[in-house]
C-alpha cells in the first residue's frame, strides 16, 4: 500500500471540486474528487460534508486505475454483505 502525503493549503486551493451526478442529495455520505491546479495530473479526495477535513491525493495513474476499475465493475457490492 502506496502512502500518500497530506497536501498543503495551496496545493488544495485551486481544486475544482466535483461530485457524482449519481450521489445521494438527500444527506448521505458523498465524496468530491477534482484535479489539483498544478498541472501534475493528481487528483484530490474528500468527504463532502467535512470539506476542512482529510483529504488524500492520488497520482493520475492511481486516480485513472481507480476509475477504470469503476468502470468495469469492480467495487460493485450488489448482492454481498457489508
Known sequence: MQEHSKPSSGELAGVAWRISTKSDNGGGSC??????ADGSGRVAVRHSHRPDGEVIVY?????EA????????????????G
Open 66 to 81: 481507480f476509475v477504470g476499475g469503476v468502470k468495469d465493475g469492480e467495487f460493485d457490492f450488489s448482492g454481498t454483505s
Open 59 to 63: 497520482t493520475r495513474a492511481e486516480w
Open 31 to 36: 465524496v468530491e474528487a477534482g484535479p489539483l
